[in-house]
């Protein structure tokens, strides 16, 4: 009996690119190309569309933002999603987890590994390239120790919190009786120790370790904290 094919859907905004991965995995000869998509929303309707086994996903879509992109697909088509030109960002690949992805690829990814990524997911597994894994299971490592994937202190831990919710340090240090120089010597660290440089980084860490709050704050009041405090 002739071994059914993988449906895949893929997408991805460069053509060249997108029609290269389709020619490879079909060369293979274990997955069938059933659509392609350039964005967000033309994924969306060709998952609605077309029956496929496995989405495959370029992390970057003009337009649109993958974490909602990829949760919508989910919710709608419970499919294994492979998400492609990721980042080695652990708290990047949490949240992708968290909206349902089920492989990591990144940009140096051969050909022969997408098809191996696709099976893996299709197969019910999770897939990392290589230094991706390294990553991940590091930081799991360092989570049984330390409780976060950051090696950030409670006291850090409740800065980031107030932080990422909108706090500037002159209210982070009323609230707990401290210095601005030393909640300065915080949000230092925790730059440091998160790689953070922007709003938007400190939201994305903070939600992945289950802390930030932004209900009921005003985001154009938190950015304009966060330039006065990181812009000189």
């Known amino acids: 009996m002739e071994e059914k094919l993988i449906n895949v859907i893929i997408v991805e905004s460069h053509p060249i690119v997108r029609e290269g991965l389709r020619s490879s995995l079909e060369a293979y000869g274990e997955c069938k190309v059933v659509a392609q998509a350039i964005d967000g929303p ?11 086994d496995v989405l495959i996903i370029n992390s970057i879509i003009p337009g649109s ?22 980042r080695e960002d652990v708290s990047i690949i949490h949240e992708l987890r968290k909206c349902g992805a089920d492989g990591f690829l990144g940009k140096e990814a051969t050909s022969s590994e997408y098809n191996i990524a696709v099976k893996a997911v299709h197969e019910g597994g999770l897939y990392f390239t290589q230094n991706m ?55 230092l660290n925790i730059r440091r120790k998160t790689q953070s440089n922007t709003l938007s980084d400190l939201v994305r860490i903070s939600r992945s370790l289950g802390l930030a709050n932004m209900a009921g704050n005003n985001f154009d009041t938190i950015s304009t904290k966060f330039i006065s405090e990181h812009v000189s």
């Open 42 to 52: 033309s994924a969306i309707l060709a998952c609605n569309k077309h029956e496929h």
């Open 65 to 86: 933002d993958p974490f909602d992109v990829i949760a919508s697909i989910k919710k709608r088509c419970r499919n294994k999603i492979v998400v492609s030109y990721i």
């Open 133 to 187: 894994a390294d990553v991940v299971f590091k930081v799991a490592r360092a989570t049984s120790d330390t409780k976060n994937a950051y090696g950030l202190t409670e006291r850090e831990l409740e800065i980031l919190s107030l932080l990422s919710s909108g706090y500037c340090n002159k209210e982070v240090a009323n609230k707990y009786d401290l210095s601005v120089r030393t909640v300065e010597a915080h949000r």
